[in-house]
């Protein structure tokens, strides 16, 4: 059986860079990944990217909405963002994890800019 891995996708920087498809290309090769958009401001660059039959852009959810969802049908879940810089993407991911229930309910790995130098896990 293969891990589930649930991809929260927040922001049009991570899609427009192209890092948003590399990093689902990467977790399908170690888990069956369901992708979702986090936030409204991505929904333009999935479209421009072709990858509304990819990534879930129809339910208009904030990131720690959907991650609390991803929660009850995966074993895994990542939030994929790319902030003005590697610090400021941490402390959204912060914020968005402050948000959570129960943030220790399923294990969570936050992928902050991950093209670029300082990127992190």
């Known amino acids: 059986?293969?891990?589930k891995i649930s991809l929260?996708?927040?922001?049009p920087e991570v899609i427009d860079s192209g890092e948003a498809e590399i990093v689902l290309e990467k977790l399908s090769c170690i888990g069956e990944v369901e992708?979702?958009?986090?936030g409204?401001?991505?929904k333009t660059a999935v479209l421009d990217?072709?990858?509304e039959n990819v990534i879930n852009i129809s339910r208009h959810l904030k990131p720690s909405a959907c991650i609390e969802s991803f929660f009850e049908t995966s074993d895994l879940v990542c939030l994929l963002n790319r902030g003005?810089?590697?610090e400021t993407g941490m402390i959204?991911?912060?914020?968005?994890?402050?948000?959570?229930k129960d943030p220790e309910k399923k294990?969570?790995?936050?992928i902050e800019s991950p093209g670029c130098t300082g990127g992190k896990l």
């Open 1 to 3: 059986m293969r891990m």
């Open 8 to 11: 929260v996708i927040h922001g």
């Open 35 to 38: 992708a979702q958009l986090g």
């Open 40 to 42: 409204a401001m991505g």
């Open 49 to 51: 990217a072709g990858l």
């Open 84 to 86: 003005k810089t590697p």
């Open 92 to 100: 959204f991911g912060a914020k968005v994890a402050s948000r959570l």
């Open 107 to 110: 294990p969570l790995i936050q």
